[in-house]
């Protein structure tokens, strides 16, 4: 079956607004927190992607029932304790890294095994930082040399654990702070800052918690064994999802767009942080603070000229998933972009530092690596009149996006395969580029 699509032309200018995906991470944790919280809870505008598809789906095995009503999705909890699997399941968390490492923190005290699988990308990704401190909480976890499937095995005998973390991953924060919820007494947590949805979530909920930030670090307190009432949430819009419209315009002629309602948790704009230190003018209007998370409508017009940046690491995890983007900015850059300390990069749906090497010197880009830290070499001047074909043997979905905009911005002749890997983040990824007015075609799939 064909799941490729060609551009041949450069996107002409545009002036919209438009609306895109629904944020993922609060998407995932709202439909988890609501499994474990006392009564029903309403989501609304909740991401409709292949990820969270799966968390719904994993919740159903674990007994608990969801409705969609007119566009909200109703989700009944029974409290911590109320999962029901009484007979031994396997949950698939597809391609979703989020959904399988949270939900481990979630099955602490499962008294039934429990197999978590995933799809190839997800099989190829580390589970041991979150089988590690699972552990310490005294759970029964084991994995096939750190990868899926990993089976877990709940306790009665849960202890509060204290706990370094140190790599900047929001994912394995949240199955700790997930975890911790379960045990008697206060689990304390030294976390690399990292997005903090979790966290205030978890204040929103009134679930015990203190937080204090030193330097790089939050150092979180959480007491265990408190339930919590079920919730209404209205999820934004996703700026991970938004970061391909933003780069689009900023490498456009001529194009202006506002993206409405977009979360711009602190936590998660690096990519703006990053773009404007480059020379551009990216902006937030109309903001406001929804239950502890800022929202705002984002404001991005063409630029010329890129500076090129000198990236401090410390932005890393608070762009974590923009950075295959913002290199294409680099590519455009007038003189040479540092960025450091990527390693995480290799450990995404697809090994993206690496991808995203051959992928600019494919393009004409001049890359060095040096270990983790990479200088990329931009040519302003940069327009291209070539054939590329973009193979992404893991099928990531934001490989592939990150493609079609350097297709529609840079020129060129391009066939880029795997497209149904939208699926997984932003589906309407394709429909909104068209309103844009992008030329992009793609064979229909005959059933
Ligand atoms: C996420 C955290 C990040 C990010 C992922 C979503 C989350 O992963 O890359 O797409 O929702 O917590 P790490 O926390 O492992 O860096």
Redesign the pocket.
Known sequence: MSNHILIKNKINPFKNIIKVASD???S??CVLLASVAIGVSRISNLLESEDVKNALKTIKKLGINYKKKNGVYKIEGFGLNGYNSNNKITINAGNS??LG??ILGLCVKSKKKIKLIGDNSLSKRDFS?VIEPLKLFGVNIKSNNSYLPVEILGTEFLRPINYLEN????????AVMLAALHAPGITKLKAKK??N??EILFKHLNIPLKIKSKGEYDLIELKGLNQFNSFDYQIPGDI?SSAFFIVLTLLSRKSKIIIKKININERRIGIVKILNAMNSNIIFKNKKVYKGEKIADIYVKSVNKFKAINCPANFN?FA??EFLIIFLVAAKANGISIFRNLG?LN???SPRLDIAINFLKMIGIRVKRKKDDIKIYGKPNLSLNGEYIVKNFLKDHRVFMMACIAALTFGGNWKINDKDSINT?FPKFLNILKSLGAKISWKKKIL
């Open positions: 993922k991470s609060l995932l944790r890294g989020t490492r949270l930082r790599r900047g991953s929001a994912q394995c924060k949240s990292s997005r949805h979790t991970s995890s974590i998933d995480e450990k995404k749906e983040s």
